[in-house]
């Protein structure tokens, strides 16, 4: 049976975050060795002593599921920590999370949860806003390993949390007392799984002690990328937990590679976007400075800060968190060798920067570095970032969650050049991409309100049922982040004004509308329309026509007609593509309009395709007659993605979510790649290097065995495929891999000198011809994604899909110098090869599934390659 106060917070949690709770395990696990006797009498063995090793140990780790074998046992034994399992993980592991904190702050917690959440509240007077301050407690979020192989964070959780469970000292009476500590052992189990129980496994075997593929199903490395998307389901579950007890900061623990600081810390470097509350940054880099101070009184020497990790660009990194009051502390501690081993420089000199200057004091002095290390200065930072919290917990309280939300509550007011709101207007050509920018802008709890009548709002008319996202709201700073158009600062980035320009850690950009291919606008002043609240984000509604004589039409504007696409082929229904554009039921409809025949299967599968999409479906009473091509009943899609290649993996995603009929390619299949495929997809990050050598067999387990490499043999069998019929679709990076295997009449003229042309994750104007299939459903133009991709000169025969404009500057949103560069040159282009056919999309169109306004592209090219040039049913 639950103790009551954990019975109170399970039922918080279900209600406040929707979250999937398993109760705590209490299970009592036999072990000897030295224990601790709580204040409930009963004893908490060491960690020693548990696991039959110290935290830290050389070549030894503690794995996920003893772990957390050992934290339910500490829960059960001690009135200081709670056990919760607060999800499901992609493949189906526990996601566990811990509460510390005094006996009486868990027994309250509910209560705790509800005045952050309240304090947060822009609304409340500023005197119950102290009065709350000075009641409630602050939630500090400690996370390890949510990259899975900088596994000494979660190792040094484990003792950690054995210290507050069981020590009774002024510090941790301090820290018990004034605050409550929200420990998320890892933010990706299943990675820990997979790469602590290689590790472990392999011991004494000839394989290598790492794991060697993606330690995410879906994304690996990619996942602390993911924070205004929302496309995991382990960001979801933290973003969650975030909203529900509203930290006033939380430490990502992290580790970089060998050579760096032996620990960073903030302060950030430069970008400072301009959607971010001084109040988290400054109280960021107090955390991080607080943490060096006790590192450096410990003698813990090569901590360095700044000059590093400009995340205040972008949403995708400085994490939606940050827009809701909580300060990032990130720390960065340097990694060992094979996880577990010392790290030891060839050279014999010590490790690390050696300048000693202000952003590094004292300079690492050994030629090694342990996984015993990296457990002592993880815990030395956690120590003092908890108690920096714990000693000024209202002050975090006040400023952290109430004057975040105020300021953000009138952006206007405090950041100049903000607009009032945006409006997003009705009746959009992707009524299915308005959807999906709403559901996200939802779950990251934005007000959201529709005009109830037609209005005029910046010198532009509007119609009735257009969005409009005020940005004097609690998240308006995040509203304004996501769908502004982004101008790069160049004099603000460089710490001199000769100094070279500072480029973020991550990408230039992250507007989303333009990703997802919505206009929203932005407008400057006030204005007056009657709104309603969005109490719910729901699809467009829609009405089936009639059974119609002839067929069921589906225009092709949307990104989701591969929702269309997909499940007819799965409901075995007959699927034509229009080669050109025509007139029925009324309107005209474009090249690429799915043309279905109305039998039930096909009207009962629309219909549901319809409601889930918002996307309309016609009637004709008669066969639109234009030729076209019918689509090969349940085409074959092989995946050709790479072990440990995160784009392969994030393509994966993308295929599952529209329930593509795929499969990722092994090594077997390339003896008969024809008679297990039609298409195949080359994902960006697929070198030539990664099919002909891949995996040596020699040095991974059997499992991994699929990615071994098929020599020239298999390369070879590759372009046969091609040649003798098939198709082949290459985006990004595995654009240039095709073109090597085809011997493609194309050359990638995209310079290579930064100096001359930089476009590093940025948004660029770029042109498409609706009649060429590839681009079927494309705008005319809009923007396409760039990081620094290749680009094409056409010199045979191919024909051209989409091509930057020949004149003015291409840069949308972001980032980039020199795109003139570009003019005239083409970024997909269609083949012939023999037989088959092969698509190139130069940049990666794909990119970690953000510009989904370029999705029609791959989706139309999966399926044009082997379909039959044919007229639609009934003619």
Not at 217 to 234: I, L, P
Not at 442 to 470: C, H, M
Request: aromatic residues 10%; glycine residues 10%; neutral net charge.
């Amino acid at each position: 049976m639950l103790p009551r106060r954990t019975t109170c917070l399970l039922a918080a949690v279900l209600t406040s975050a929707a979250l999937v709770v398993a109760p705590v395990r209490s299970d009592a696990f036999g072990v000897g060795g030295t224990v601790t006797r709580t204040a409930q009498g009963k004893t908490i063995p060491a960690p020693k002593d548990y696991f039959g090793f110290a935290m830290g140990t050389t070549g030894r780790l503690a794995g996920f599921d003893k772990i957390k074998q050992y934290f339910s046992l500490v829960a059960g034994r001690s009135d200081r920590v709670d056990y919760q399992v607060v999800d499901q993980t992609t493949l189906g592991n526990d996601y566990p999370a811990l509460f510390v904190s005094a006996p009486k702050n868990l027994r309250n917690l509910r209560q705790i949860m509800r005045d952050n959440q309240r304090l947060a509240d822009p609304r409340v007077s500023e005197q119950e806003a102290r009065r709350l301050s000075e009641r409630s407690k602050p939630v500090y979020l400690i996370e390890g390993t949510l990259h899975s192989t900088e596994v000494g964070n979660t190792q040094a959780l484990v003792d950690i949390v054995h210290r507050f469970a069981t020590e009774k000292s002024p510090y941790t009476d301090t820290v018990l007392e004034n605050a409550v500590l929200l420990v998320i052992p890892s933010g990706n189990p299943d990675g820990q799984h997979l790469v602590v129980d290689h590790f472990n496994k392999t011991a004494g075997t000839p394989y290598k002690r790492v794991y060697p593929d993606l330690y995410h199903k879906y994304v690996g490395h990619d996942n602390n990328r993911d924070w205004f998307m929302f496309t995991q389901r382990e960001t979801r579950t933290r973003v969650r937990l975030e909203q529900t007890y509203r930290p006033v900061a939380g430490h990502y623990m992290h580790q970089a590679g060998t050579g760096g600081p032996r620990l960073w810390t903030p302060p950030y470097d430069e970008p400072l976007g301009s959607g971010v509350d001084p109040i988290t940054i400054q109280s960021a880099n107090t955390q991080g400075q607080v943490a060096a101070r006790a590192l450096t009184a410990e003698n813990k020497k090569g901590v360095g800060s700044d000059d590093a990790y400009g995340i205040f660009w972008n949403a995708d990194v400085m994490g939606y968190s940050t827009f809701i009051g909580t300060s990032l502390f990130l720390t960065e501690i340097a990694s060992a060798k094979d996880l577990a081993y010392p790290h030891t420089s060839a050279d014999g000199k010590p490790l690390g920067p050696q300048n000693k200057t202000i952003r590094m004091l004292q300079p690492y002095d050994k030629n090694s570095w342990t996984l015993e290390q990296i457990v002592a200065y993880a815990k030395t930072g956690a120590y003092a970032g908890i108690e920096n919290i714990a000693k000024n917990p209202e002050s975090w309280l006040y400023n952290n969650l109430y004057q975040v939300a105020r300021n953000g509550a009138r952006l206007p007011d405090v950041e100049p050049g903000t607009p009032e709101a945006y409006v997003i207007p009705a009746g959009q050509r992707d009524p299915y991409a308005v959807y999906e920018l709403l559901k996200i802008l939802e779950f990251g709890r934005v007000e959201i309100d529709q005009a109830r009548s037609a209005f005029t709002a910046g010198g532009k008319s509007y119609p009735a049922g257009s969005y409009v996202l005020r940005t004097r709201q609690p998240l308006g700073r995040w509203i304004h982040q996501l769908l502004q158009k982004d101008v790069y600062p160049e004099k603000a980035a460089r710490k001199c004004a000769d100094c070279p320009l500072i480029m973020p850690y991550s990408e230039t950009t992250d507007n989303v509308a333009l990703l997802l291919g919505v206009d929203a606008e932005p407008v400057e002043k006030a204005f007056s329309v009657p709104l309603q609240r969005v109490q719910r984000v729901a699809p467009q509604q829609v009405r089936m026509p009639a059974v119609p004589r002839g067929a069921y039409l589906v225009a092709p504007e949307s990104y989701g007609v591969a929702h269309v696409l997909a499940r007819l082929q799965k409901a075995g229904v007959p699927v034509f593509r229009a080669g050109e554009k025509f007139s029925a039921a009324g309107r005209t409809f474009a090249p690429g309009t799915v043309v279905v025949p109305p039998t039930p299967a096909a009207r009962r599968t629309l219909q549901e395709v319809s409601a889930a999409t918002g996307l309309p479906v016609y009637g004709s009473n008669e066969a639109p007659e234009v030729e076209g091509f019918r689509l090969k009943p349940g085409t074959r899609v092989g995946l050709i993605r790479g072990a440990n290649n995160m784009p392969g993996g994030w393509m994966t995603w993308m295929l599952d979510q529209y329930g593509v009929n795929y499969k990722v390619v092994g090594a077997d299949d390339y003896a008969d790649l024809a008679g297990r495929y039609d298409t195949i997809v080359l994902a960006d990050g697929v070198s030539k290097d990664t099919i002909v050598k891949g995996l040596d067999p020699a040095e991974h387990p059997p499992e991994f065995a699929w990615a071994r490499g098929v020599g020239d043999k298999g390369w070879d069998a590759l372009g046969d495929f091609v040649s003798d019929g098939g198709s082949l679709v290459a985006l990004g990076s595995g654009s240039e891999t095709a073109r090597e295997l085809l011997d493609l009449p194309v050359d990638n003229a995209a310079p290579t000198d930064r100096s001359k042309f930089n476009a590093p994750g940025a948004l660029l104007r770029a042109t498409y011809k609706p009649d060429v299939p590839a681009a079927w459903g494309m705008p005319e133009q809009w923007p396409v994604w760039f990081n620094r991709d290749a680009a094409y000169r056409i010199t045979g025969a191919a024909t051209a899909a989409s091509t930057y404009p020949s004149d003015g500057d291409l840069l949308a949103s972001g980032y980039a110098h020199g795109t003139e560069s570009l003019h005239g040159l083409a970024n997909v282009v269609a083949f012939e090869v023999g037989k088959g056919q092969a698509t190139l999309a130069g940049s990666e169109i794909t990119f970690r599934t953000w510009p989904r306004v370029t999705w029609p592209i791959v989706i139309n090219s999966i399926y044009h390659g082997p379909s039959e040039k044919t007229r639609p049913p009934g003619r």
